[in-house]
T-cell receptor, first 112, second 114 residues
C-alpha cells in the first residue's frame, strides 16, 4: 500500500538556523512527491514537487527538498528559517488513481 | 487573482440544519475535490469529480452530498450536520489525468455546528 510518513509532529528551530522537515514514502512505481504549507485557518499552498530529474528541487519562499530514492525520502529544507515560516507542513505522494496520499503533517515553529 | 474560491470562509450552522458550502475555480480544471480537515490533521478526501463523473470515497458518510453544475462550480451539501462535522472543508482542483501536477486549494470554509 502506498503511504507517506512524517515522523515529527513538531519541529522547533531558531530564526536564522537551517530547518529540515522529514518525509518518507512508500509507493509502487515512480513517485510523484509534493510539499504543501498551511497557515492557520487557511487552505493548503503548494510549495514544490518532485517528478523526475534533479534530486534537489527548489520551490517557493526559499524552500527546497531533496529526493533520495534509496532512502525513499523527500525532506523539506531551508537554509535560514524565518519566523514567518511557522506553519503546518504536509508531504504528499500521488497514487496510481491520481489521488494524493497525505502525511500526518508537521508543525514548524520558528522562534525569534 | 484568486484561482479557487470558497464561500463562505466561516459558516455557523445549527445541529441538524442543512448547510451548503460552495467552491468556484477559474483554472478550468477538470477535477475538483472536497476534503475535510480536523484539528490540523491531514486532509481527508470526501469525494471528487472528474468532469461530471462523481467519485465517492467508501467511508464518506451519506450525510455528505455534492453537486457540480458546471466546470467552474462545485457544492458540498451536509444534509443534517452533527457536532462531529465541525471542521475545515477544503476544495481543490487539478488538471485532468496528470500525475505530476499539483493540486490548487481554496482558502477553506471553517464550519461550526452549534
Amino acid at each position: 500500500a502506498q503511504s507517506v510518513a512524517q515522523p515529527e509532529d513538531q519541529v522547533n528551530v531558531a530564526e536564522g538556523n537551517p530547518l529540515t522537515v522529514k518525509c518518507t514514502y512508500s509507493v509502487s512505481g515512480n513517485p510523484y512527491l509534493f510539499w504543501y504549507v498551511q497557515y492557520p485557518n487557511r487552505g493548503l499552498q503548494f510549495l514544490l514537487k518532485y517528478i523526475t530529474g534533479d534530486n534537489l528541487v527548489k520551490g517557493s519562499y526559499g524552500f527546497e527538498a531533496e529526493f533520495n530514492k534509496s532512502q525513499t525520502s523527500f525532506h523539506l529544507k531551508k537554509p535560514s528559517a524565518l519566523v514567518s515560516d511557522s506553519a503546518l507542513y504536509f508531504c504528499a505522494v500521488r497514487d496510481s488513481n491520481y489521488q494524493l496520499i497525505w502525511g500526518a503533517g508537521t508543525k514548524l515553529i520558528i522562534k525569534p | 487573482d484568486a484561482m479557487v474560491i470558497q464561500n463562505p470562509r466561516y459558516q455557523v450552522t445549527q445541529f441538524g440544519k442543512p448547510v451548503t458550502l460552495s467552491c468556484s475555480q477559474t483554472l478550468n480544471h477538470n477535477v475538483m475535490y472536497w476534503y475535510q480537515q480536523k484539528s490540523s490533521q491531514a486532509p481527508k478526501l470526501l469525494f471528487h469529480y472528474y468532469d461530471k463523473d462523481f467519485n465517492n470515497e467508501a467511508d464518506t458518510p451519506d450525510n455528505f452530498q455534492s453537486r457540480r453544475p458546471n466546470t467552474s462550480f462545485c457544492f458540498l451539501d451536509i444534509r443534517s450536520p452533527g457536532l462531529g462535522d465541525a471542521a475545515m472543508y477544503l476544495c481543490a482542483t487539478t488538471e485532468t489525468g496528470f500525475m505530476n501536477t499539483e493540486a490548487f486549494f481554496g482558502q477553506g470554509t471553517r464550519l461550526t455546528v452549534v
